[in-house]
């Protein structure tokens, strides 16, 4: 094992420890407080907003598998990772100013971020994968990809109990969802919809948009992009 193994080994280790460790009382509160609101929010409301994300989604994802480039076959892992890296900073800094552009534009711009945001985000886990040697085109290698966007914005008890399924994902894909529209759309949209609240809510205040929203874009691609990345990785060394 070389020193860059060794460098990915432990850099892997240190993000399972992370997915792994148990909820925080703060993370706890926070959570229930979400959940009775969520509750009170009339269930058709729910499932329209359930199915706008999944629609859109569903758009991203069969748009970008005749874009991203073709799987990666003859490169090092070393090589792989620094064009990952690349990719990873491209998507963050286009997230970034995208995040101020709509920030500035107040309440009714804050909510076109949603959809580019989105948007980004999805591109960009295509891209990572076809870096990686992977074929997205495959349905089971799209799910995956849901799950890693669903651990990145999720509670802490939620990414418990999703880095299980991603550190065996061999053995969990023939109990995978039969199609797109069997899979759990209501708790993806949930899970992302809490997250984003809390990190951007402020985003649609006046003056202070802009700034709110370079800074939350950019962080919420970079966490994306590392936990796809370590994603792959468990993914790819443990072969």
């Not at 860059?4 to 892997?12: K, L, N, S």
């Not at 994802?61 to 799987?71: A, F, H, I, K, L």
């Not at 299980?164 to 109990?175: R, V």
């Given at each position: 094992?070389?020193?860059?193994?060794?460098?990915i080994q432990a850099e892997v280790g240190s993000?399972?420890?992370?997915?792994?460790?148990?909820?925080?009382?703060?993370?706890?509160?926070?959570?229930?407080?979400?959940?009775?609101?969520?509750?009170?929010?009339?269930?058709?409301?729910?499932?329209?907003?359930?199915?706008?994300?999944?629609?859109?989604?569903?758009?991203?994802?069969?748009?970008?598998?005749?874009?991203?480039?073709?799987?990666?076959?003859?490169?090092?892992?070393?090589?792989?990772?620094?064009?990952?890296?690349?990719?990873?900073?491209?998507?963050?800094?286009?997230?970034?100013?995208?995040?101020?552009?709509?920030?500035?534009?107040?309440?009714?711009?804050?909510?076109?971020?949603?959809?580019?945001?989105?948007?980004?985000?999805?591109?960009?886990?295509f891209d990572i994968a076809a870096l990686y040697?992977?074929?997205?085109?495959?349905?089971?290698?799209?799910?995956?990809?849901?799950?890693?966007?669903?651990?990145?914005?999720?509670?802490?008890?939620?990414?418990?109990?999703?880095?299980?399924?991603?550190?065996?994902?061999?053995?969990?894909?023939?109990?995978?969802?039969?199609?797109?529209?069997e899979f759990d759309w209501k708790t993806f949209?949930?899970?992302?919809?809490?997250?984003?609240?809390?990190?951007?809510?402020?985003?649609?205040?006046?003056?202070?948009?802009?700034?709110?929203?370079?800074?939350?874009?950019?962080?919420?691609?970079?966490?994306?992009?590392?936990?796809?990345?370590?994603?792959?990785?468990?993914?790819?060394?443990?072969?």
């Amino acid at each position: 094992m070389d020193n860059y193994d060794q460098y990915i080994q432990a850099e892997v280790g240190s993000w399972l420890f992370q997915m792994k460790k148990p909820p925080s009382l703060g993370s706890k509160l926070t959570n229930g407080v979400q959940k009775k609101i969520n509750d009170w929010i009339p269930e058709k409301v729910h499932k329209a907003i359930t199915t706008a994300i999944e629609n859109m989604v569903k758009a991203v994802s069969t748009g970008s598998s005749w874009v991203v480039p073709r799987p990666e076959q003859n490169m090092s892992f070393k090589e792989r990772e620094f064009k990952v890296r690349n990719r990873i900073k491209w998507y963050r800094n286009t997230a970034s100013v995208e995040g101020a552009v709509t920030g500035a534009g107040g309440i009714l711009m804050g909510f076109a971020d949603f959809p580019a945001f989105l948007t980004i985000k999805m591109k960009m886990l295509f891209d990572i994968a076809a870096l990686y040697g992977v074929n997205t085109k495959e349905y089971q290698e799209r799910l995956f990809l849901l799950y890693v966007f669903q651990l990145t914005f999720s509670s802490q008890q939620r990414k418990n109990n999703l880095i299980e399924l991603i550190e065996n994902w061999e053995s969990h894909k023939e109990s995978l969802p039969a199609s797109m529209d069997e899979f759990d759309w209501k708790t993806f949209q949930l899970d992302y919809r809490d997250y984003i609240d809390l990190a951007k809510l402020a985003q649609l205040i006046p003056l202070i948009g802009a700034g709110v929203g370079a800074i939350a874009n950019y962080r919420l691609t970079e966490q994306l992009g590392k936990n796809a990345m370590n994603a792959f990785r468990l993914r790819l060394l443990t072969q």
